[in-house]
T-cell receptor
Framework: GENVEQHPSTLSVQEGDSAVIKCTYS??????FPWYKQELGKRPQLIIDIRSNVGEKKDQRIAVTLNKTAKHFSLHITETQPEDSAVYFCAHGGYQKVTFGTGTKLQVIP | GAGVSQSPSNKVTEKGKDVELRCDPISGHTALYWYRQSLGQGLEFLIYFQGNSAPDKSGLPSDRFSAERTGGSVSTLTIQRTQQEDSAVYLC?????????????FGPGTRLLVL
């Protein structure tokens, strides 16, 4: 199947701490792994993505790691700020439909 | 340029009525997707259009749901005989259409409330 499990469903961190969200998938054909951020009342927007030919990608305070053998990928946010508070969705796909995770509500406490 | 737009932004209807939701994708994007997001929940895939190919309707929850895309641009999602469980935010997204490995740009959504 094309299921993707995302954990945790909610996450609270102190401002400045790191946050990690993990997703596992079952479809071995998946080779594209995007992450979307959805602020309250707004539309989801892509923040970072990774393809299966690399194991890690970083963009400022955000990084994504991929372990294709174990079929899991993670989002890492360092030095969290209040504006990082949002719902984060992982997704995976290839030449099939993209499947989204159930989301993680991140709250950064000032 | 302009992003993905959707209309109406909000729709309140009575149970049993039909509704039409509209999506205008980004100009030049050949791929278009519809998702449903219930309150506090994830993104539920509904349907996918790619160019002139037959749409992937595998996510439509029942035969009350249908969608079309005229001229490869604007799309309309129709829900017939609405039920209360249809209440949700309906999101449309578009992408360039070279494949699934590309960024999806979401519209602001239509918030549907069925009374």
């Amino acid at each position: 199947g094309e299921n993707v499990e995302q954990h945790p469903s909610t996450l609270s961190v102190q401002e400045g701490d790191s946050a990690v969200i993990k997703c596992t998938y079952s479809d071995s054909a998946s080779n594209y792994f995007p992450w979307y951020k959805q602020e309250l009342g707004k539309r989801p927007q892509l923040i970072i993505d990774i393809r299966s030919n690399v194991g890690e990608k970083k963009d400022q305070r955000i990084a994504v790691t991929l372990n294709k053998t174990a079929k899991h990928f993670s989002l890492h946010i360092t030095e969290t700020q209040p504006e990082d508070s949002a719902v984060y969705f992982c997704a995976h796909g290839g030449y099939q439909k993209v499947t989204f995770g159930t989301g993680t509500k991140l709250q950064v406490i000032p | 340029g302009a992003g993905v737009s959707q209309s109406p932004s909000n729709k309140v209807t009575e149970k049993g009525k039909d509704v039409e939701l509209r999506c205008d994708p980004i100009s030049g994007h050949t791929a278009l997707y519809w998702y449903r997001q219930s309150l506090g929940q994830g993104l539920e895939f509904l349907i996918y259009f790619q160019g002139n190919s037959a749409p992937d309707k595998s996510g439509l929850p029942s035969d009350r749901f249908s969608a079309e895309r005229t001229g490869g641009s604007v799309s309309t999602l129709t829900i017939q005989r609405t039920q209360q469980e249809d209440s949700a935010v309906y999101l449309c997204a578009s992408s360039l259409g070279r494949g699934w490995e590309e960024t999806q740009y979401f519209g602001p959504g239509t918030r549907l409330l069925v009374l």
